[in-house]
């Protein structure tokens, strides 16, 4: 196994930057630079010499094989923050046969040695890429294995189960065959009905791990572009009194109130002899009709060809005239702060039915394991048991224990380097 090394922290100058150095040779390459650190997971303050160079005084922290993040020897310098020095650091440590670690790969390491499993490495991922406070909390749970406990319980009964079934066939007589006993059917129906219930919650789990987006829609010079500009409070996209200004689809990434909303900003909706707008226009009805909310802003009435139920209708330019219903003004501001209340009240609503299971492969597994359990008392016992058996793979699927493989790539791969 390779020795890797990465720096844990972001590139660039800090207060400190640490790198991080696991496998084998972490020890003794440590040693070799800052004397021997005879006490694991204490903070030494050392002096890094590479032959007469001294590198930096760092603190050094030393972890044992089996009681480290990655479960292997690991070691830490924790160094001025200045490129230079973690550059230095970075070149004694490939001089000592240590390579520069891939995106990802401590947190593999960590799964490939049995530390997490696969569940809790994609909360990681989910943690290490959270941009609000609402997709922390559903990573946390995740990165501390709230799913892969859910799921371990849910094997240990189908154990259970696979156990009575076995016992029901050694102790079958050929003339009189051992019924399977009812709680077979039980255990298997009670872990179904556990298992739609994960399920149920998982397509609002991954909106809002991936965030939601919401449309502004509606005519040419409604005001899209000003509103968009009045969210942001800062000028991102171009306002001219020139109908069709508006052509690609403008992205607001927002922090609303710890919900991750990406604001759209799109062309405006009408038939037009410009072949580049025309594009546009098709552009904005597609984001708009893949988007989590659509607003209508109007100034007179709504494009009803793309308006679907839920959908919020904003009288715009309120400063010229009275509305019916919530209007604002994008130019002066008024009612933004309403609409972005109603926009927080929907998806907030919609991130309250988020649970556990945020990937799709999660629920491909746990779908298997439920298709699995749909039993029929006249069925053979010998297939009763196989399907026990094919229930309690797909589980094992879901939290990586087997045909991990084809995953790893895909979700360690999505980390920094240095995770
Ligand atoms: N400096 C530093 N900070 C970090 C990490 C790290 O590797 N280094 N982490 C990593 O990304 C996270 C913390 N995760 C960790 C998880 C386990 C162990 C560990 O050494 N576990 C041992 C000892 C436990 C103990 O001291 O009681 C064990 O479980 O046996 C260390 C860090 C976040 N902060
Ligand atoms: N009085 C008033 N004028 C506004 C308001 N909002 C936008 N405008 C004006 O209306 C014109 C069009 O505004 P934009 O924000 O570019 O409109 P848009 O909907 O993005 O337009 P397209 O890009 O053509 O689809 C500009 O001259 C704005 O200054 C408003 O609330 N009140």
């Not at 040779?25 to 440590?30: G, M, W």
């Not at 679907?308 to 209708?313: A, F, Q, T």
């Not at 297939?383 to 094919?390: N, Y």
Request: proline share 3%; glycine share 8%; charged share 30%.
């Amino acid at each position: 196994m390779d020795t890797i090394f990465a720096e844990a922290t972001p590139p660039g100058r800090g207060g400190v930057s640490v790198v991080r150095v696991s496998g084998p040779e972490a020890r003794a390459i440590l040693e070799s630079l800052a004397g021997v650190v005879s006490a694991p997971r204490v903070a030494h303050v050392r002096a890094l010499r590479d032959g007469d160079d001294l590198i930096d005084r760092a603190l050094v922290i030393r972890f044992d094989e089996n009681h480290s993040f990655t479960g292997e020897d690991v070691a830490e310098f924790h160094l001025h923050g200045a490129p230079v020095i973690a550059n230095r650091l970075s070149q004694a440590l490939l001089t000592r046969g240590a390579r520069r670690a891939e995106a990802g790969e401590f947190t593999r390491r960590a799964f490939l040695n049995g530390r997490i499993n696969l569940a809790e490495a994609e909360g990681f991922a989910d943690l290490l890429s959270a941009e609000t406070e609402a997709q922390r909390k559903l990573a946390i749970r995740n990165a501390e294995g709230e799913l892969g406990q859910v799921v371990d319980a849910l094997r240990a009964r189908l154990i259970r189960a696979g156990a009575l079934i076995e016992a029901s066939i050694d102790f079958a007589d050929e003339e009189v065959p051992e019924e399977v006993p009812q709680e077979v059917f039980e255990i298997a129906q009670e872990i179904s009905a556990e298992i739609s219930q994960l399920l149920a919650s998982f397509p609002a789990t991954e909106r809002l791990r991936e965030g939601y987006e919401v449309a502004i829609i509606g005519k040419p010079n409604a005001g899209k572009s000003t509103l968009l500009n009045q969210i942001a409070k800062r000028e991102v996209a171009l306002v001219s009194d020139i109908a069709g200004t508006t052509r690609d689809v403008l992205e607001l990434r927002t922090d609303l109130r710890g919900l991750p909303v990406t604001f759209l900003d799109t062309a405006g909706l009408r038939e037009s002899n410009d072949k580049v707008e025309m594009m546009g226009v098709e552009r904005a009805r597609q984001r708009a009709e893949n988007a989590d909310l659509r607003i209508h802003l109007t100034e007179s009435g709504v494009s009803e060809e793309v308006k679907r139920p839920g959908d919020l209708i904003v009288r715009s330019k309120a400063d010229l005239g009275q509305g019916t219903g919530l209007s604002i003004s994008a130019k002066t501001g008024e009612g933004v702060a309403d609409l972005l209340d109603m926009v927080y009240d929907v998806l907030r609503q919609r991130a309250a039915d988020s649970g556990l299971v945020a990937h799709k492969r999660q629920a491909e597994a746990l779908e298997r394991a439920r298709q699995a359990l749909q039993l029929e008392e006249g069925m053979a016992p010998e297939f009763l048991a196989e399907r026990i058996r094919q229930a309690n793979q797909a589980l094992e699927v879901m939290i990586g224990r087997i045909e991990a493989e084809n995953y790893l790539d895909e979700i360690f791969l999505s980390f920094c380097i240095g995770k």
